[in-house]
C-alpha cells in the first residue's frame, strides 16, 4: 500500500509560482508512473503531469506546456509540481496518484488506471 500526502498549495496572486509536493510512504517497487491532477471548481480532475518514476521520463500536456514541470526526489521518496506565471483558472484542487500498471499514450490521465491517491491540495490563485 502506497500513501500519498500532498503539501504546497495555497493562496498566491496572478503571476506568482508554487512548488507542490507528493510525499510517497514509500516507492515500491511497483509504481511505475506518478502524475498530477487538477480539479477546478465545477469541473473534471484533468492531469496535467505524468512522470515515469523508473526512468524519470515525463509528460506535460499541451495546455500545461511551459508553464508545469514535473520532477522527482528518489531519495526522498518525493514527486514535485512546479506551476510558474499562475492564472486564476489555475485554481482548484491538486491531486497526487500513483499507479503500478502501464500506461498509453491515450490512457495516460485515465483516473481508473490509477491505484492511488493523495488527499490533495488546494491551490487559488487571485487576479
Known amino acids: 500500500q502506497v500513501r500519498l500526502v500532498e503539501s504546497g498549495g495555497g493562496s498566491v496572486q496572478a503571476g506568482g509560482s508554487l512548488r507542490l509536493s507528493c510525499a510517497a510512504s514509500?516507492?515500491?517497487?511497483?509504481?511505475?508512473?506518478m502524475a498530477w491532477f487538477r480539479q477546478a471548481p465545477g469541473k473534471d480532475r484533468e492531469g496535467v503531469a505524468l512522470?515515469?518514476?523508473?526512468?524519470?521520463?515525463?509528460y506535460i500536456p499541451d495546455s500545461a506546456e511551459g508553464r508545469f514541470t514535473i520532477s522527482q526526489d528518489s531519495v526522498k521518496n518525493t514527486v514535485y509540481l512546479q506551476i510558474a506565471s499562475l492564472k486564476p483558472e489555475d485554481t482548484g484542487m491538486y491531486y497526487c496518484?500513483?499507479?503500478?500498471?502501464?500506461?498509453?499514450?491515450?490512457?495516460?490521465?485515465?483516473?481508473?488506471?490509477?491505484?492511488?491517491w493523495g488527499q490533495g491540495t488546494q491551490v487559488t490563485v487571485s487576479s
Open positions: 512522470i515515469n518514476t523508473r526512468i524519470g521520463h515525463t
Open positions: 496518484a500513483a499507479t503500478t500498471g502501464s500506461l498509453s499514450p491515450e490512457s495516460r490521465f485515465e483516473l481508473q488506471k490509477y491505484n492511488y
Open positions: 514509500e516507492y515500491s517497487s511497483s509504481v511505475r508512473y
